[in-house]
């Protein structure tokens, strides 16, 4: 009677021992998920941070004063400039 109340005893610690192992393996998976997603929702928070001064930037260039033929050349320049700027972040951002 003892022999397999022990038995069943070790059974059981055997059966709590592996399932523990497991929820330790799902726990360090769910981390680095978490990770994954923190890391991902940083670069969407630049890029759309990124969107946010080009979007300024474009208000600014609308709201200078200038002759047509000089508005269109400003802006290009501008445009040119920005994409320029983009290539570079993401450039450093790899």
């Known amino acids: 009677m003892i022999h397999e109340e022990l038995q069943r005893t070790e059974k059981l610690a055997s059966q709590v021992s592996r399932k523990l192992q497991q929820l330790e393996q799902d ?3 769910l981390r680095e998920e978490l990770f994954s997603l923190r890391t991902k929702l940083e670069e969407k ?12 930037i474009a208000k600014l260039v609308n709201s200078i004063p ?12 501008i445009n040119s400039y920005i994409k320029e700027i983009d290539t570079i972040i993401a450039y450093l951002s790899e």
Request: charged letters at 45%.
């Open 27 to 29: 726990n360090q998976s």
């Open 45 to 56: 928070e630049q890029v759309l941070e990124d969107f946010k001064n080009q979007i300024k």
């Open 66 to 77: 200038v002759e047509e033929m000089e508005s269109a050349e400003l802006r290009e320049k």
